[in-house]
Each structure stands twice: as structure tokens, then as C-alpha cells.
């Protein structure tokens, strides 16, 4: 039982680049969120779904886009990288307000 | 907009002693969540409170929740090494749905042998 897995760990970007990071949860949950994680500014959710084929808008959803076809899987991903997004992104499942996170994706867009 | 503000933000003591971290709102939750999160990991839920006034031990650690429900404390007894990480707090975000979260700045602990 891996519970959340995130893949890549690590990522550079250029500027203008383009990616997505995978998260899978075999915890069969139907909740599934996208945060990110920034010195000072705490856990910020970007994204979130709440079952297979939903996605919703958290408190910084600007430069992401996410689709959960499969209902293990939620997938994040950025279309033309900025600076402003390096950090480091974390993907939590859950049912009910107990949510379980992945080990994080370090980004950095120069 | 609820908020969660934690302190102290960081906190470095010796093994061995004790230490009290905070988790205060101006708003009521119905519940509140610690989370540990070390080094170059993911968080990692310990504990949650329900009711006013609950008191949860968990080892070392105990966790309690205002009688108003508006803020927790953290105590850990007899500090070690493996105690170090950075201490979240959590709670529900007002509408109650889609179980979404609201997360603190956190308390980052180091404890030094």
C-alpha cells in the first residue's frame, strides 16, 4: 500500500516551458487536492476534485490546469512556467476533512 | 476568510525539555488537525479534535481544543531529535464542503541533542 505517490521529485524549468506532475493514490478516495507550498505563505490549494471526471478551483488556481480521468490519478499541470511558480507542490487525498500527502514535487523555473 | 495563526513560528530547544505550541482563529471550527511534516516530506496527519475542551495523547505529544473551539495547543514532553520538523494546524474551511482545508503558517521545531 503506497498511499500518494508524486512523480517527478524534482523538475527545472525554463521560463515558457510547459509540464505536468502525476499524483496516485490507491487509497480509493474521491477526494484528490493540488497544493503548493512557499516559505511564509504556508499550504496553498491550487486545485481540487471530488470525484473521477471533476475539477474544481482552489485559492490560487492561475497558471495550472488538472484533470482526474482515472480516479487514482490527478494530474497538474503548468503551460508556459513562470518564475512565481517555483515552489514545492504537494498532492493530498482523503475522504472526509483527514486528508493524506504525497512527498512533494520541487520546482524550479528559471 | 478563517485563519489560523500559529506560534511561535520557530521554536529551537535542547532534548529533554518541554515546549507548547499554538493554533488560534477568530473563527469557531467544528474540528482541528495537527499535521508533522520533516524534511523534504509530505505532511503527516497525528491527530484530530472534535469536541470543546478534548484532550488526545498521543505518547509524548498531547493535543487539546478550546472550550470555545476557536483555537489548540500542542505540548510535547521531553523533547528528541526526532521531534524536529515543522507542526501544522488544519481546519475545515467554513460552508463545510468539499472538505477542504484550512492550514497555519506552522511552528517549525528543531530539537538538538
Known amino acids: 500500500n503506497a498511499g500518494v505517490t508524486q512523480t517527478p521529485k524534482f523538475r527545472v524549468l525554463k521560463t515558457g516551458q510547459s509540464m505536468t506532475l502525476l499524483c496516485a493514490q490507491d487509497?480509493?478516495?474521491?477526494?484528490m487536492y493540488w497544493y503548493r507550498q512557499d516559505p511564509g505563505m504556508g499550504l496553498r490549494l491550487i486545485h481540487y476534485?471530488?470525484?473521477?471526471?471533476?475539477?474544481a478551483k482552489g485559492e490560487v488556481p492561475d497558471g495550472y490546469n488538472v484533470s482526474r480521468l482515472k480516479k487514482q490519478n490527478f494530474l497538474l499541470g503548468l503551460e508556459s512556467a513562470a518564475p512565481s511558480q517555483t515552489s514545492v507542490y504537494f498532492c493530498?487525498?482523503?475522504?472526509?476533512?483527514?486528508?493524506?500527502f504525497g512527498p512533494g514535487t520541487r520546482l524550479t523555473v528559471t | 476568510t478563517q485563519l489560523l495563526e500559529q506560534s511561535p513560528q520557530f521554536l529551537s530547544i535542547q532534548e529533554g525539555e518541554n515546549l507548547t505550541v499554538y493554533c488560534n482563529s477568530s473563527?469557531?471550527?467544528?474540528?482541528l488537525q495537527w499535521y508533522r511534516q520533516e524534511p523534504g516530506e509530505g505532511p503527516v496527519l497525528l491527530v484530530t479534535?472534535?469536541?470543546?475542551?478534548e484532550v488526545k495523547k498521543l505518547k509524548r505529544l498531547t493535543f487539546q481544543f478550546g472550550d470555545a473551539r476557536k483555537d489548540s495547543s500542542l505540548h510535547i514532553t521531553a523533547a528528541q531529535p526526532g521531534d524536529t520538523g515543522l507542526y501544522l494546524c488544519?481546519?475545515?474551511?467554513?460552508?463545510?464542503?468539499?472538505?477542504?482545508?484550512?492550514f497555519g503558517k506552522g511552528t517549525l521545531l528543531t530539537v538538538n541533542p
Open positions: 476534485s471530488v470525484g473521477e471526471g471533476t475539477t
Open positions: 487509497m480509493n478516495h474521491e477526494y
Open positions: 473563527s469557531v471550527f467544528s474540528s
Open positions: 493530498a487525498s482523503g475522504e472526509g476533512y483527514e486528508q493524506y
Open positions: 488544519a481546519g475545515p474551511n467554513s460552508g463545510g464542503s468539499n472538505y477542504k482545508l484550512t
Open positions: 479534535v472534535v469536541t470543546g475542551g
